[in-house]
């Protein structure tokens, strides 16, 4: 199995979901479709599944669950572009949503795809039973005000401001990296993984998630535009303070590369094979975008 397989997968899920819906309201899912399906590396589905699969063989069973993640996902970035937030104009190198639908059918939009995503965990939850409802949980709670959405109130208020480490790693841990932590727990527990492995991954996840976002700020301040698809020196623009400068680059890249092998060794601990897990891990690291 390769990640472009489960790439290629999710995204003929994801082009034909919103097909042949809506009427006089069609333009949402025109809006919707078009930030789910403009391009994005699919991280948090793919780690979802390859967590899966180190499991179980029939991974396909649950891209329902791996799309729902993907629309939480995509959705915090529309409303992340609004100009109350970051004010961006590019995303995946296309005009971000408010830029080509304005701003209020991107708020709907964005809207739209949690909404969809809660359906799409329910009804695979009905259908799967408490193991999948446990998942679902998983997942909302770490889209929600103590995961992802706390992580953005934090950066939002410190804008402007010195912010401590603390409080850094915590925005941090909490905006990017919850989602990609609950993707490796939930394919997991999806799988029906035992409690020690369970406990391994979270903490795979969470120092991940870490790594993710520091390496997305070296990117932010060095990054190619053509390549990351979306404007650098955001966090510079808009006054806010992250790993860069706080720490400086050399330390942030010399933390990165730290914090990756203590993620590999983790992932050596568990009972089954992880070597795809372990082989995402090191792309991560290196990622251009």
């Known amino acids: 199995m390769k990640n472009k397989e489960i790439r290629d997968s999710l995204n003929d899920y994801l082009k034909s979901y919103f097909n042949d819906k809506g ?17 994005g590396k699919r991280i948090r589905p793919i780690l979802m599944i390859l967590s899966y ?24 970035l529309i409303h992340d572009d609004l100009p109350a937030m970051d004010n961006d104009d590019l995303r995946r190198g296309m005009p971000t949503n408010h830029k080509k639908y304005g701003e209020a059918i991107a708020i ?34 770490a889209a929600g005000p103590e995961g992802m959405i706390g992580g953005q109130v934090v950066d939002i208020v410190s804008e402007g401001k010195k912010v401590s480490k603390d409080v850094l790693n915590y925005m941090h841990l909490k905006k990017t990296g919850e989602l990609i932590r609950a ?7 999806l ?24 390496k997305d700020d070296i990117l932010d301040v060095e ?10 020196l955001s966090d510079e623009n808009n006054d806010k ?29 568990l009972s089954v094979d992880s070597t795809n897990l372990i082989n995402l891990t090191y792309e991560l690291l290196d990622r251009e975008y």
């Open 23 to 39: 009427h006089y309201n069609k333009i949402i899912y025109d809006s919707a479709s078009y930030s789910l399906n403009i391009g």
């Open 241 to 269: 303070t992250n790993f860069i400068s706080l720490y400086g680059l050399e330390y942030c890249k010399k933390e990165c590369k730290e914090l990756t092998e203590n993620c590999i060794q983790i992932l050596k601990t």
């Open 183 to 189: 993707s490796v727990v939930v394919g997991a527990i």
């Open 223 to 232: 990054g190619n535009v053509k390549k990351l698809g979306k404007n650098t």
């Open 191 to 214: 799988a029906g993984a035992n409690e020690d492995d369970k406990n391994k991954l979270n903490e795979f996840g969470q120092k991940l998630g870490l790594v993710f976002q520091i």
């Open 108 to 141: 709907l939009a964005g809207d739209t795809l949690l909404n969809e995503a809660m359906s799409l965990m329910m009804s695979f939850s009905l259908r799967n039973g408490e193991g999948a409802l446990k998942a679902a949980v998983e997942i909302a709670e």
């Open 53 to 76: 699969s180190m499991y179980k063989d029939n991974w396909k069973d649950i891209l329902p669950m791996a799309a729902a993640m993907e629309m939480i996902h995509t959705y915090s």
